[in-house]
């Protein structure tokens, strides 16, 4: 099933779709700014929560399409919500016995589970229900007036009721999921990972230095992004690269073998679950006699890079692969092109950093410094 939907949603995710995000993505990084001033010159600070709140923010405006005064709708409860049935939907897994789901629906995560899905659903149904409204209203007000209108690319969440609508092909269960699925996909990952471009600038100088300095050429004193400056940040994507590879937040994914697969020395049969380590897989001997060191400059000069490009996997790899892989980059990109223009970032060192691998893997209780660029 997931097959068939990765497919109909991927248009939502297309770069044609995603230059339309720029200027919101723009405007909630200009916000993120604003807040963290707010902590700045204060001394070392745990960020996690702003990053949060601006990942949220901006999936809520781009791929749901929500305005402001609905945004609130999807707040922090309701990540939180989706993060702990994460971690549930793990600690099931982890545990053979809770297979079984005679034995699991009488523990006291199952009814937590039930409980916590239930809010969500309260939530969700409302924001659907409300985007049906107005998406009938403009159809109505265009029909009426010009057909060429309504807008030139659908975001996610209006991609979904266009599917349920007009092709038949989701139920409002389905649509919920894939709402749910977007945001815990995607909040906790993309924020997780700025968090760790933060801590690698404040740990090696020179390569903040060098990716402010990389800014500054391309923006002079211009504050607004456009999408042929994001293709010119080169070092930036270099070291976003680098971190996905040296600290790449999903260390495991998994698969069922629908057929038999041979190695040379064992065989895994069709049917049973394999969990494959991106973590080793990005250590491979492949990437060379560095391959533990965090060298941006790898990226650089192809001629350094492994020829066999799965060995690099932090979006995952297959038909399976991260739907919103690009608009990651482009929303860690815009907002880390103004949090380095305005901040002189320093913290925690990431060497002696300790980490907590729950579904994604993040630096625990990480400190950050900001002080204000003259
Ligand atoms: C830096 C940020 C992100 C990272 C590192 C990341 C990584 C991943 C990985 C490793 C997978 C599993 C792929 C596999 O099994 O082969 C995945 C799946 C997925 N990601 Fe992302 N992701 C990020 C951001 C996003 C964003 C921003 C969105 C949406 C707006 C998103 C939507 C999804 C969806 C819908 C799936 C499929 C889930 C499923 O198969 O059930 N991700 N992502």
């Not at 159809?139 to 309504?150: E, W």
């Not at 994001?230 to 270099?238: F, P």
Request: proline share 4%; with cysteine; net charge positive.
């Amino acid at each position: 099933m997931w097959k068939i939907h990765h497919k109909l949603l991927n248009p939502a995710f297309s770069q044609h779709v995603l230059n339309t995000y720029l200027n919101e993505m723009d405007a909630q990084a200009q916000n993120l700014v604003s807040q963290l001033t707010t902590v700045a010159e204060k001394g070392p600070v745990n960020i996690t929560e702003f990053l949060i709140q601006y990942v949220l923010r901006t999936v809520c405006r781009t791929s749901l399409r929500l305005e402001a005064k609905d945004q609130d709708m999807i707040d922090n409860e309701y990540a939180k919500a989706i993060e702990e049935i994460a971690n549930i939907v793990v600690r099931r897994a982890l545990n053979p016995v809770f297979h079984f789901s005679f034995l699991f629906n009488w523990t006291a995560m199952y009814k937590r589970q039930v409980k916590l899905s239930r809010n969500n659903k309260k939530l969700l149904d409302p924001i659907i229900q409300k985007r049906k409204s107005d998406l009938t209203a403009t159809k109505r007000t265009v029909n009426n007036n010009d057909d060429s209108v309504p807008g030139k690319f659908k975001p996610a969440l209006d991609l979904l009721l266009h599917l349920s609508d007009e092709q038949y092909v989701l139920s409002d269960d389905e649509i919920r999921a894939h709402l749910n699925t977007f945001v815990a996909a995607s909040y906790d990952t993309t924020s997780s990972v700025l968090q760790i471009v933060l801590l690698v600038l404040g740990s090696y100088p020179e390569i903040q230095e060098r990716v402010y300095n990389e800014i500054k050429d391309v923006f002079g004193n211009r504050q607004e992004l456009t999408k042929h400056d994001i293709t010119k940040l080169i070092y930036l994507d270099a070291v976003i690269k680098e971190v996905l590879r040296m600290y790449n937040t999903i260390p495991l994914i998994a698969r069922k073998l629908d057929t038999d697969i041979v190695l040379p020395k064992y065989t895994l049969r069709a049917g049973s679950s394999c969990i494959m380590s991106i973590y080793g897989l990005h250590r491979h001997s492949s990437w060379g006699p560095d391959a533990k060191q965090f060298k941006p400059e790898r990226w650089l000069n192809p001629a350094t890079l492994p020829t066999n490009l799965n060995v690099y996997a932090p979006f995952g790899i297959g038909k399976r692969i991260c739907i919103g892989k690009q608009y990651a980059m482009m929303s860690m990109k815009t907002s880390l092109v103004h949090i380095v223009r305005k901040f002189h970032i320093t913290g925690d060192d990431i060497s002696t950093l300790k980490w907590n691998f729950e579904v994604v893997l993040k630096a625990k209780t990480p400190l950050i410094n900001l002080t204000l660029r003259s």
